[in-house]
């Protein structure tokens, strides 16, 4: 497994060892012992999530926040993803700064979303399996998110605007200044 950074503060990918065969592929989605001998972090992720997606849905950007705000690690099981993480921690040097990375099943990468970010995604395949893990419970009562057109971060999702799919919780939701400034500075 390789670490590759990102021009975001505590956010980074990783890009599992594949072994490949006659039968396909092998490779380890998580690895705890090295996870931490890679990462340095020593997580216990307590949650697992799966959602299934055609083109064009947009699921974000969100955020826990608080004592409930969640670092997350995601991948794509199967397609392709758009993947797109907001840094809104307001200590960070990186703050309000966005990355974004292509999700699949042909790298297998998976990207390390620390707590303090937003996160989404859009589905660029016919239909992707995402999957991730994190080290928070859900909880709908510390809830927060940033509407995916926000003018402030002018985020590039790929596909024309036309084909989105979007929830109407994540249609309501606010800009990213409004949404920072409900934000403590944790
Ligand atoms: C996120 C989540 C949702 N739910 C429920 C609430 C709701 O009834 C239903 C669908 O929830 P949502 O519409 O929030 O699902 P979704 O839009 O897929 O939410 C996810 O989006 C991506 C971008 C993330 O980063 C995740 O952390 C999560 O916020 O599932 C849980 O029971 N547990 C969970 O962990």
Known sequence: MKLLK?????????????????RGIFYETYNQKLFEKITGLNIQFVQDNQSVSTRGVLRG???????MAQAKLVTVVKGKVLDIVVDIRKNSETFGKSFSIILDDV?????????????????????SIFSYKCDNFYDGAFEGGIKFDDATLALDWHLPKEAFIISEKDMGLPSFEEAVSLLKRE
């Open 6 to 22: 990102t021009p975001l503060k505590d956010c980074f990918i990783l890009e599992p060892t594949v072994y490949k065969d006659k």
């Open 61 to 67: 950007l969100h955020f826990q926040h608080g004592e």
């Open 107 to 127: 790298d297998h990468r998976q990207l390390f979303v620390p707590k303090g970010f937003a996160h989404g995604f859009i589905t660029l395949s016919k239909e």
